[in-house]
């Protein structure tokens, strides 16, 4: 009987994002049955004490030139066939762009449920495992159980608190006997986004700004928050449509979901469209001169005034408690 949970990440050059040790705990609470990460690429075979740190048993380590550049029907094959081998009842994917691509494409593979963007993932009274997801664009969360014996969820980050086990993953080897020049689509490069900086999705804590910052120039002061602490840099949709940031920053409806702990909306209204891409925050900090901006409604905290002064005033306070 198929049981334990296969959890697939990504990694680069042995770097694992935090979601994957977030899903690996997650996994610790929900086994019965062994644990077992799967992941690709060059680089792969050195996560290998990270990931039994946070819970896996084993470990499938697809490091050979073959997964060196993404493929999502080249890796959903990979995936079916680690399926076969380890016959898991669950299988956990971020919720990232990466995870976002290639679980439907396993789901299609395996004729298995899926549901995409949880925020919860729990075990039922039955014994099988649910999911609480946000639908209409945040607006309400749905519980969801899948009917086929195979279950796959993909998780939003920052939803899960990680949690060290201690184990040491066994390596699993599993060939797949794939050759990539049979890969329909294959990624053939990847370009860094402006700046460098951390991928939104997954950022602790981001400062995002508004029309309210009024000149492309003017970003500067929120960089200089985002420094102090330490966050990624995020905006609404007309800042990004203006060409004042890039468009990955962009956060809404139409623009990325992020679930930061603490996410800084500066001299953003609060639309409707803005707020289904950051319900997820734990906390949301208004800073808007207008005391009737929607977003104090959803914030957590507000400060209403000028951003020009309070966030350098917020910066300089913040860089002041770290000396
Ligand atoms: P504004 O609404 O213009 O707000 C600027 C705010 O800055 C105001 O509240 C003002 O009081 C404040 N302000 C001004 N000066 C200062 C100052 N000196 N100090 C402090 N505060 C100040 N929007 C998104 O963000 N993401 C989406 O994904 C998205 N998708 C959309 C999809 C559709 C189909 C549609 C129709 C719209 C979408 N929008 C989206 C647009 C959305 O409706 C709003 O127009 C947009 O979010 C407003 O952006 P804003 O808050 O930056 O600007």
């Known amino acids: 009987m198929a049981s334990g949970i296969l959890v697939v990440f990504n990694q680069e050059g042995g770097r694992v994002r935090r979601v994957a040790y977030e899903m690996l705990s997650l996994a610790q609470k929900l086994a019965p049955g062994s644990i077992t990460a799967l992941t690709f690429g060059e680089g792969a075979d050195q996560v290998r004490e ?25 890796f959903a094959q990979a995936v079916a ?33 899926l549901a995409s963007d949880c925020t919860e993932v729990h075990r039922r009274e039955d014994g099988r495992l649910g999911a609480i997801r946000p639908i209409y664009a945040g607006k309400a969360y749905a519980r969801v159980a899948i009917d086929s014996p195979r279950q796959i969820f993909s998780l939003r980050p920052n939803i899960q608190a990680v949690e060290e086990s201690g184990r040491a993953a066994d390596v699993l080897t599993v060939d797949p006997g794939l050759d990539a020049s049979s890969f329909q689509a294959v990624v053939s490069e990847v370009i860094q986004s402006q700046g460098g900086q951390m991928e939104l999705t997954e950022a602790d804590i981001i400062v995002s700004g508004g029309r309210g910052i009024k000149a492309p120039e003017n970003f500067k002061v929120l960089e200089d928050l ?5 966050a990624a840099l995020g905006s609404s949709r007309p800042v990004a449509d203006e060409g004042w ?19 800084f909306a500066v001299g953003i209204s609060g639309a409707i469209q803005h707020l289904a891409g950051i319900s997820g925050s734990k906390y949301i900090v208004a800073i808007n001169n207008d005391p009737d901006a929607p977003i104090f409604k ?22 002041r408690i770290k000396q």
């Open 226 to 230: 985002a420094e102090a602490v330490g």
């Open 245 to 263: 940031v890039p468009h990955s920053y962009h956060i809404g409806q139409t623009g990325k979901v992020v679930s930061p702990t603490v996410y």
């Open 81 to 113: 066939q680690a399926v076969e081998a380890v016959d898991p009842e669950a299988l956990f994917f971020p919720a990232n762009a990466w995870g976002k691509d290639l679980a439907p494409r396993v789901a299609g593979l395996l004729g298995a449920g």
């Open 50 to 74: 990270a990931v039994g740190r946070y819970g896996a048993d084993r470990v499938i380590l697809l490091s050979s030139p073959t997964y060196h550049r993404y493929s999502s029907d080249g």
């Open 298 to 319: 959803a914030a957590n905290y507000g400060i209403v005034g000028d951003l020009f002064k309070v966030v350098p005033a917020l910066a300089n306070e913040v860089r």
